[in-house]
C-alpha cells in the first residue's frame, strides 16, 4: 500500500487561513511510507493509495489552491484520529501533544521560538532550516500514523469505522469550507444602520418608562437594576473652579462627580438567580440596594410569562433591544468586519467547520458560527448559482 505523508508551510496571516489573500503556500513536501521524500505534484497524489497529514484540512485547502485536484484522494487525518482514540476529551489536539503521548521527539523549535514568534513571516525564513523542519513534522506525522494503526487495532472496530467515515466526511467540510458563503455585506450594513434606528427608539421608550435615568441596556447590572430595583451611577463632570496657571491658565476645571439613581422593583426575581457578584457584595457588608440578579435570555424568558403592566412592557422591549443588538453586532456588522480582518475576498465568508472541539463528537463551526445563524440574516446571503 502506497502511503503518502504530507505538510505545507504557509505564510501566518491569521495563522496561515487559506482565504487570507495576504497568504501564499511557502514550501510543501511529502513522504512516501518506504521513507522516500518527494516533491508533491498530481501525478504523486494520484498513485498515493492514502494521503497522512495532521489537521491534514489545512494542507488540503492550500493544495487546491496551488491548483491540485484533491477529489480522488483517500485520507488518514492524524488529529482526528487521536480526538477519537482520546475518548474526544483532547479537542484540536497537537501534533507535539500526541508525541509526547507515543514517546516520540517533538517538534524543531527554532521556527517558532527564532523566526515566528520575532515577527519573521515564513517566507523570511531560511530554506534549508524551513526544509529541515518541514521534514521533521512530516517524520513525526509518519511515526503518529504508525502508532495510531496500532491503537485501532487494540480499539473495537467500530472505532475505525467511525474514523474512516468521520475521514470521508472531513473531504465533503473541506469542500464546504474552500467554497465559502457569499454574503452581501453593502446590504447588510444597510440594515444595521436601520437597526440603529429602532435601537434607539427602544432605549427611548425605556427611559421614558423609568424617568430618563441614563440606563445602558446592554449592562447586566443596569438590567438587573431596571428590573428588579437597585442603583445605577451616573458620573457628571462639574465646574470646580479655573486653572490660574499653565497653558490652560483662566480655563474652567471639572471634576467627576457621581449621582447615584434609586429605581422601585418593577418585577420580582426568580429564586436562585442571585449572581454570584451580588453575593460579593453582601459579603462586603453592602446593602439590598445593590443586590445583581441574573438577567439572560431564558431567565427574561420566564420573567415573561408572568409579568404585567410596566413590568411586561419594559421586559418585551428588553427583549426586542437584544435580538436587534445581536442581529446587527454579531450578524450584519460583525460579519461584514470579519470579512475584512480575514482579509477574505470582497462578500466572502470562509468559516471552520471542527470535528475536534465537541465532546459529544457533533460537528462545530467558528469564526463565524455558521450553525446558529439569525433568520434575518439569511436574506443577505446570496447564491452563486447564476455565476
Known sequence: MKILIVDCETTISNKGQFADSNNKLVMSLAKWNDGDF?????????????????????????????????SRIRIWDCQIAEYLLENQLNP???????????????????????????G???????????????????????????????????????????????????????????NGIRFNTKLAREEA?????????????????????????????????????GTITETIKQPDGVFKSGARKGQIKYKNVDIIHELPRLIDPLNRTETSKSKKFREEGKTDKETLWDVNADVIGQL?????????????????????????????????????????????????????VAVTGRLSSTKPNLQNVDPATKKYIETRYAD
Not at 504523486?44 to 491548483?67: M, P, Q, S, Y
Not at 429602532?198 to 431596571?226: E, F, M, Q
Not at 436587534?324 to 461584514?336: A, F, M, P
Request: aromatic residues 10%; charged residues 30%; glycine residues 4%.
Open 38 to 70: 518527494v516533491e508533491i505534484t498530481q501525478e504523486v497524489l494520484d498513485e498515493a493509495n492514502l494521503v497522512v497529514g495532521f489537521n491534514i484540512k489545512f494542507d488540503l485547502h492550500w493544495l487546491r489552491n496551488t491548483g491540485f485536484n484533491i
Open 120 to 178: 519573521v513571516d515564513t517566507d523570511n525564513i531560511p530554506k534549508d532550516i524551513l526544509l529541515e523542519y518541514l521534514k521533521k513534522d512530516i517524520d513525526l506525522t509518519h511515526q503518529v500514523f504508525i502508532k495510531q494503526v496500532d491503537e485501532f487495532k487494540k480499539a473495537h472496530s467500530n472505532l475505525l469505522k467511525l474514523f474512516k467515515l468521520q475521514c470521508r466526511d472531513l473531504l465533503v467540510l473541506e469542500e464546504m469550507e474552500y
Open 193 to 229: 444602520e436601520t437597526l440603529d434606528e429602532k435601537i434607539t427608539g427602544i432605549y427611548n421608550t425605556v427611559s421614558d418608562i423609568c424617568n430618563n435615568i441614563p440606563i445602558n441596556l446592554s449592562s447586566n447590572d443596569h438590567v438587573s437594576a431596571l428590573l428588579y430595583g
Open 92 to 118: 484540536y489536539n497537537s501534533l507535539n501533544g500526541a508525541c509526547n503521548k507515543y514517546g516520540l521527539e517533538t517538534k524543531l523549535d527554532v521556527v517558532k521560538t527564532e523566526y515566528w514568534d520575532k
Open 304 to 356: 415573561e410569562k408572568r409579568a404585567k403592566g410596566n413590568a411586561k412592557k419594559v421586559i418585551q422591549l428588553l427583549n426586542e433591544h437584544s435580538k436587534l443588538e445581536k442581529l446587527k453586532g454579531t450578524y450584519l456588522i460583525g460579519w461584514s468586519d470579519l470579512i475584512d480582518k480575514m482579509n477574505w475576498k470582497k462578500d466572502m465568508i470562509y468559516g471552520n467547520l471542527n470535528q475536534c
